[in-house]
């Protein structure tokens, strides 16, 4: 039978669209439907490219006989957390306080009113390692809710209240200074792995907020240590099987401190701030090491995730058809040594295995390897290693790829076009400039009304039906801004205020914290609050950063006062748990900078104009923002009364409300930035 998922535009739901469990889509109807039955809801919700969800759903979900335990007792509703991170946000909250841990798939159990009562994230199909099987547990909730009603009541009850009373406090008692981001960065240093880069233990994601709050402090206050931690990890992942050494791009997190095993699925919001962080790391140092794999990272999305509409696809699948028919974690990166002979012949193969860490024992499972890069080539070999990499990319493209979940979800978007409109100024790659235009305009057309409001999702060029949350409006206004630095397009800007101006509106909440969700969106059992960053920058601190750039362009009192009212939360956080507010501390130390507004003005088609402002994009002064064009320009406030001097170009840095002299010297501006 096919179920209710069948229109959907998540590609995670469509996959469970001929399961035999009679799924609904998050719905009004749904708990309608529940409450007419006199039955609970089982809520699972998960994403595409989750590999236990995967595991899950074709243990159980695609069991008959367990589907047939499901239908009969429970109304089930799927949701994808990526298209619904409001949902998930709420529930994960809930499962993380009754089982002190989370993840996905998440499974939990409703009242028709959608009060949670028992929970857990993946049930095995059978009982093992302690774990009831999935058939027990329903049997069990089945149980409790024909013959314990009133307690199940009772405990939903108590979990809706005490989610209730979770408020925050974000210290509201003024913006972080020079003390907290010192503490912050001390703190870093404390968790820092010396040996292999990186913050913590196994398993070990890439810190991408907190490397660009550590380039931004080294530009600030010309700490060393900042810098040397921020060059150190971006080497140390470059160097890992963490990152595709033959494709590009950066897979979620290693399973080991070393960066050697990834977990594989590569998704679009990683790579995305990724290639901008190495792209800036390379404003800091000149690394080539930063400039190579900035440039590979962008040209992965472009080539990867980019559909036909122009937006970029979500993620990557970890798994993939091994050849005999088996989806296996990792099949499609993974090469044996006979493999790598197959592909080069023994001579190149022994070259290869060398260059890049392939072991007869191997890095990975069974006999496996992980490419990785140890050191760099010798010269001599440089066009051999290049031949060598080309023919294993060919060989690879052969086999069966993972599979892409393909919708397109506005903030990470946002995201993207960020890195690859200033990754393709920086690196004279006017290509990736267009392709984030593009996206860009995708997401006017498709994902915003005529009010300015976003939908959070689309596929195939068709909008989603979920409202976005604050992280689409922040990060979509993030990469806008970007946009329109380096295009010198202003209506970039405009777009960017629209969104901003509806943050505002519909977001803030008393004392400068902001919610997730907008004032009018649908109410869930507590409104989902969240400022700390965890695999993306949280809405709360991607907002504060916008809201701030927004107003070093306008000079809106109102978007600064909103930022720095964000920015009271990490004045709270940023000591305490530096690792988990990146993304804020980076923002701070903008505010703590100005941040500084640069105006270049002269003849775009002058040589002067183009070498000003090119200096002025390597300017690395924490959220520099900057405008050029013609001068008495109206594309940009920057640009008002800003005139030529001697009638040839000139270049104008202001910040704190004071301006100094003009100059038309590229290396007096570098000075000053």
């Known amino acids: 039978m096919a179920n209710r998922l069948a229109h959907e535009t998540s590609p995670y739901l469509l996959q469970h669209a001929d399961n035999p469990v ?34 899950m759903a074709h243990e159980s979900f695609e069991d008959d006989a367990t589907a047939a335990l499901v239908n009969e007792n429970f109304v089930a509703v799927k949701v994808d957390r990526e298209e ?18 989370g993840g996905w798939p998440m499974t939990v159990f409703l009242t028709p009113d959608a009060a949670p009562f028992y929970f857990g994230t993946y049930f095995p199909p059978e009982p093992r390692h302690g774990m009831p099987s999935f058939p027990e547990v329903l049997e069990g909730v089945k149980g409790a809710w024909a013959d314990r009603r009133d307690e199940v009541g009772e405990v939903a009850e108590r979990i ?68 040397q931690m921020a060059a150190d990890t971006c080497e140390a992942m470059a160097r890992g099987g963490i990152y595709d050494q033959l494709g590009g791009g950066f897979a979620r997190y290693a399973v080991d ?77 993974a090469w044996t040594p006979a493999q790598l002979t197959e592909v080069l012949g023994a001579e ?78 920086l690196f004279d790659r006017p290509d990736l400039v267009e392709r984030a235009t593009e996206a860009a305009d995708l997401l006017v057309r498709v994902h915003m009304d005529e009010s300015a409001r976003l939908t959070r999702t689309s596929k195939d060029g068709r909008a989603g039906t979920n409202d976005g949350v604050l992280e689409d409006y922040a990060d979509v206004a993030e990469g806008f801004l970007a946009l329109a630095a380096v295009t010198g397009e202003g209506a970039w800007l405009d777009f960017a205020g629209f969104l901003l101006d509806l943050v505002i509106d519909r977001f803030t909440a008393e ?23 965890n695999a993306a920058p949280s809405g709360w601190t991607a907002a504060a950063g916008a809201l701030l750039s927004y107003a070093a362009h306008t000079g809106s009192d109102t978007h600064r006062a909103t930022a720095e009212g964000a920015l009271g939360v990490v004045k709270a956080l940023g000591p305490r748990a530096p690792r988990f507010i990146g993304w804020g501390l980076a923002v701070s130390e903008a505010l703590l900078d100005g941040p500084r507004e640069i105006a270049v003005v002269g003849d775009p088609g002058d040589e002067a104009f183009r070498e000003l402002r090119r200096t002025a994009l390597l300017a690395t002064a924490p959220g520099a923002v900057l405008a050029f064009g013609a001068p008495d320009s109206e594309e940009f406030p920057l640009l008002r009364d800003r005139p030529l001097v001697a009638g040839g170009p000139a270049a104008y840095v202001c910040r704190h409300f004071t301006c100094d002299a003009p100059v038309t010297d590229p290396d007096a501006l570098r000075r000053k930035l």
């Open 22 to 55: 009679d799924w609904w889509p998050w719905s009004a109807e749904a708990f309608e439907e529940a409450r007419r039955r006199d039955v609970p809801v089982l809520l699972s919700v998960g994403y595409s490219s989750c590999h236990w969800c995967h595991v």
């Open 84 to 101: 619904r991170p409001d949902v998930d946000a709420v529930y994960m909250e809930a499962v993380q306080a009754a089982t002190g841990q």
């Open 160 to 227: 809706v209240k005490d989610l209730a009373g979770r408020s925050l406090a974000y210290g509201g008692d003024g913006v972080p200074g020079e003390e907290e981001l010192a503490q912050a960065l001390l703190g870093l240093t404390r968790e820092y792995d010396a040996a292999h880069g990186g913050f913590g233990g196994a398993p070990k994601f890439p810190p991408s907020m907190t490397l660009e709050f550590l380039l931004r402090h080294h530009a600030r206050t010309g700490s060393e240590g900042a810098l």
């Open 257 to 333: 401190r070393g960066w050697v095993v990834p977990h594989f699925e590569k998704m679009l919001y990683d790579n995305a701030l990724l290639c901008r962080a190495y792209a800036h790391l390379w404003k800091a140092t000149g690394s080539d090491l930063a400039r190579r794999v900035a440039l590979e990272t962008a040209d992965f999305l472009v080539r990867e995730l980019r559909t036909p509409e122009g937006g970029f696809a979500s993620a990557l699948d970890a798994d993939s058809d091994d050849g005999t028919g088996r989806h296996v974690e990792g099949a499609y990166y």
């Open 348 to 425: 190149d193969a022994a070259l290869a295995a060398a260059h890049y860490g392939v072991t007869e024992g191997g890095t990975f499972e069974h006999g496996s390897s992980v490419l990785q890069l140890p050191q760099e080539a010798g010269p001599a070999d440089a066009d051999r290693i290049a031949s060598i990499a080309a023919r294993l990319l060919a060989a690879r493209e052969e086999r069966e790829r993972p599979g892409r979940d393909d919708k397109v979800v506005a903030a990470w978007n946002g995201l993207a076009i960020a890195a690859l409109a200033e990754t393709g100024a």
């Open 511 to 533: 004392g400068g914290a902001l919610y997730d969700t907008a004032h009018d969106a649908e109410a869930l059992i507590r409104r989902p609050q969240d400022p700390t960053d």
